[in-house]
């Protein structure tokens, strides 16, 4: 089944590649590789939100924070097949790397960026399995929460 047989069984909709907010293109091509830049969960040009992941008033819930990390793998599946002509030469997932904007006591960010990790899973099976890291930063563009660069396979 292709990717994109598959994202139609799981009722998602690939959006419009999200355009560069600085020098830069969405995603680049070398070889049989296909390096995303940094996706943030932007719906329809926006942020749904901004700030910090923790626990506490004012702060991004992990939970929130996690659905966030789901978009932006989604909009590195569109800036990656935007690349290479289409989601269905798209073949699998080789890295992840996942940005969380956190408060310095907040140690969750695996299980934030496990909202990236599990829709990749979901959309290329076992292919989508990968290396990543999950990283606490102080602070990501825009003030968004979250941030996700992948590196995908294609032929």
Known sequence: MGIS????????????????????????VHGDLVYTAGQLPFVEGRLPTSGKVGEGD????????????RRCA???????AAAVGG???????????????SVPEFTGQPAVINGASELLGEVFGDAGR?????????????????????VFTWE
């Open 58 to 69: 004012g702060l991004v819930p992990a939970a929130d924070a996690a659905g966030y990390a």
């Open 130 to 150: 990968h290396a990543r890291s999950a990283v606490g930063v102080p602070v990501l563009p825009l003030d968004s929460p979250v941030e996700v660069e992948v």
């Open 87 to 101: 989601a269905d030469r798209l073949t699998g997932v080789l890295k992840v790397t996942g940005f969380v904007a």
């Open 74 to 80: 989604l909009n590195a599946i569109a800036a990656a």
């Open 5 to 28: 047989a598959r994202l139609a069984e799981l009722g998602i909709e690939l959006p419009d590649v999200v355009p560069p907010v600085a020098a830069y293109v969405p995603a680049k």
